[in-house]
Every structure is written in structure tokens, then in C-alpha cells.
């Protein structure tokens, strides 16, 4: 009796010189195979289809300075590429809890990091979202050392149709971060009121053209993140000035696309709330001097990390905050153009008075 040999899998065929939807491009899909390609795809300034960039990792490492043997949290997980620099840091001797939300995304991390030789003993991994993180305070002794929040969603999610994250490709007009819990964006325009609909245009993304906009969606059974995406230029045709230049008509067209899948998405995920619950367990989740950053991606997220840390030094909570934001550096906005908007803030616990 002999081995047979595993059938022969044929790649990916596509029309063209170079593979343009997100399944076709296997090179990008199997880094470890592909290095070379990768490198590419990250020198035009690009993040690989399936993948995502850490931002601001030098900053981060700055403001954290994580130590031999201390105890750090990775909040949003994400791809893992802050958590091994953390755990790189952390060792010998330290741990890094990870959370994430995401089911889809989080077992794909953990097979990455375990793969990598981060065991149970360095890494422990919950799919939680980050404002359950008080739950892991008894396993963390008390405390964490260095916390790192980095807000919003991920280019992996982003960039698959399959997830609904992009106007720029079909796909289920959902928008979770985890599909299995809460409402889909396509059932929320359908059930929400065209008041509380504009008001979330206008609270989640500052959309201008908010009013129209809420008039239009509100109701629509929409299937789909192209069809949303045309009733939204169909709608923004009518309600931009008739003599605007038509270029400046894109554009602005395209940022209210933007908006309103953001809009859509902080609202199906709840995520202010989960931010502000998040922000109000820290300074328990912190030991004495124990230092937390968070990276955000527009003003509402921003607004409420600036104002809880600017009140938690105020009532002694936080020995220092940062002064200011800090922003990616002109070299890594370069090299990585979705880090444009990032802003970080840090905080440092203080002691027991």
C-alpha cells in the first residue's frame, strides 16, 4: 500500500497582469509563502490584502517603555502586530493578555502568534470585547502595568468583501464586528426613525448632509454595501450645489460615503459606548504608575479619550497625561497612508495617596 499524493491545488486565476478582487490575490493572502511580494505591496504604500500595519510602534513603545517580567494588555488585538512587539519587551518573565471581539479575525491571530512561539504561558488570548477587561484583573494579579488600546477597525476587515466593511467592493451590507451578535446596518435602516438616523450621521461622523441623507436610507431594506453605496450618490447628486465643479462632486461624494459606513458601523458595534465603558474601568485596570495609550481614528473617539484623561488628572486619578496628541511620523505617513488620521494619547496611573 502506498502514500498517495495530496492532489495538486491550482492558484487563483485572474483576468489581467495582476490580481485586483480580494480572493485573487494569493501572494498577499499567504505572507509567510510570499515574502518578497509582500515587501512590494508595502514599498507603493500599501497594507497587503488580509493583513494590517501596526501604527505609531516606536511612539507607543516609547510612551509604554513595557519591562522584563511586567504584566501588559493588548485591548484590541486585531492582527497581533503591536502584541509582538509588546511581548518582545514583556519577556522573560512577562505576560500579555489579549482580547478581541472579532471571532473571525481573533482565531486567526492566535493560530499566527501561536505559531511564532508565543505559548499560554507568555500570551493569553479571550475573545471579549475591551470594555469586559475587568474580568481578567484576578488572572493579571490585580493589575496591569501597560495598557494599549488601538480603536476602530483593522485593514483585514476592511479590506475582505465577505466582512461589509468598504463602499468600495459588494459585499453584506452588516458591518459587526462580530456577525453572530446585535443588529446588521442593513436592519438598522430599517428599524431606526429618520430623527435618530440623522442624528447618527451627525454624532458618529459629522456627515454635513446628514438631513438628506437620513431621509433617503431610513427604511430601505438594502441588502447589500453597493447598494447603500448608490442610493447614497444617488441621493448626494440632488443635494450637492448644482454648479460644483465635478471633481470637487467626487470627492465630496466619497467622503460621505465614508462617513456613513462609519457612522453605520459605530452604531451596529456600539462603539462609543464600549469606549466610554472601557475608559471608565482603566484607572481600576491599572497598577500604581502603571501607563495605558490609545490610538483613535476620528475626532468622537479622540474627544473622549482627551476629556477622560484630562478628568482623571484633574481628580489624581492620572499622575501625567499626554499634553497633546501624537501623530504618526511624515515618513510613516508615507509609507502607510491609512495611519494619516491616527491619533495617540497616553496616560500614567498614579500611586495610593
Known sequence: MTDEAPPHQRRVRYAGTHPRSFAE???????????????????????PAGMHRPICVAEILAVLAPQPGEVGLDATLGYGGHARELLARLSPGGRLFGV??????????????????FDATALILHRINFDGVAALLPAAGGGFDVILADLGVSSMQIDNPARGFSFKTEGPLDLRLNQVSGQSASELLQSVTRAALRELLTDNADEPFAQPLAAALQGQYLQTTTELADLVRHTLATALPARMPAAERKIETTKSLQRTFQALRIAVNDEFGVLERFLALLPRCLKPGGRVAILSFHSGEDRRVKKAFQAGERSGIYARVAPDALRPSAQERRDNPRSASTKLRWAVAAAPR
Do not use: C, N, W
Open 25 to 47: 490575490k494569493y501572494k498577499e493572502l499567504d505572507p509567510l509563502s510570499h515574502a518578497d511580494a509582500i515587501d512590494k505591496v508595502m514599498a507603493r504604500g500599501q497594507t
Open 100 to 117: 478581541d471581539v472579532d471571532p473571525t479575525e481573533f482565531a486567526r491571530t492566535e493560530a499566527r502568534l501561536r505559531g511564532l512561539g
